[in-house]
């Protein structure tokens, strides 16, 4: 009698497995093992793809608020570890001019227009070298964004969570809060889910957008000579 129970037992449990196996085995319930979980988990991949380039390039479009003071731009970046960026402004105010920083941190420039064949040096605080909100041009490489997430999120009763995503195709998201200057702030930094690399970041200060930044057409490693840099 308790043996007879005992298989019968055993049996429910093993159809209970048969069932959850081939559920798993459906389309639509296929589990990766490495799926990130967590706003940690994601930020770590992220790192770790940053830490394997070489360099890379792309267009950044930024846009930025403070006050009634409105910024926007569009430009081309290229970036090379292990602090080598160069960038030309496409469309917004300046259009035409260039910056680029070497690997002797460096920095030299020409404006747009029939002022592009001057090319001056420039001190690296310059402050024609920082955006609206006080950013330097060299902050707009991926490695200086994650270590600034790390700082925010290192601050009292920050708080960061990981959004449900819609499908596999949508990028990772994390929203941060905390509190900064009195300011309720508001991060969102969305990452490419098979890149891993930024693809954009938003900042929210008493629900007024302030900060925008976007990634794309974007190539990893090409490959490019620190003569690039030197303007």
């Known amino acids: 009698m308790i043996a007879s129970e005992r298989y019968r037992v055993k049996c429910r449990h ?10 798993i085995a459906l389309p639509g319930y296929a589990v990766d093992p490495g799926e990130p ?3 940690e988990a994601v930020l770590a991949r992220a790192e ?11 267009v950044v479009e ?7 003071r409105h910024e926007f731009c569009v430009q081309r970046l290229w970036f090379k570890k292990p602090l080598q960026m160069r960038l030309r402004v496409l469309r917004g105010d300046h259009r035409g ?48 964004f994650y270590t600034t997430y790390r700082q925010h999120a290192a ?3 920050a708080r960061a969570v ?22 309720a702030t508001r991060e969102y930094y969305r990452f490419d889910p098979r890149l891993w690399v930024l693809l954009e970041h938003d900042m929210y200060e008493d629900e007024v957008h302030v900060d925008h930044t976007r990634f794309s057409e974007i190539r990893l490693n090409p490959g490019l000579k620190d003569s690039w840099f030197r303007l």
């Open 14 to 23: 093993t159809g209970w497995l048969c069932l959850l196996l081939a559920l």
């Open 37 to 39: 979980k967590s706003p």
């Open 162 to 183: 990981l959004s449900r995503r819609t499908s596999s195709d949508a990028p990772y998201e994390i929203v941060l809060t905390y509190t900064r200057d009195g300011h």
């Open 48 to 58: 770790a793809t940053f830490r394997d380039l070489q360099d890379y390039e792309c």
């Open 97 to 144: 001019s260039e910056v680029a920083l070497d690997a002797n941190r460096k920095v030299r420039g020409h404006a747009g227009g029939i002022l592009k064949p001057l090319v001056l040096g420039v001190r690296f605080n310059d402050s024609r070298l920082k955006s609206l909100r006080g950013h330097h041009f060299s902050e707009l490489n991926w490695g200086a």
């Open 62 to 68: 930024s846009e930025a608020r403070k006050g009634k």
């Open 155 to 157: 601050l009292p009763q």
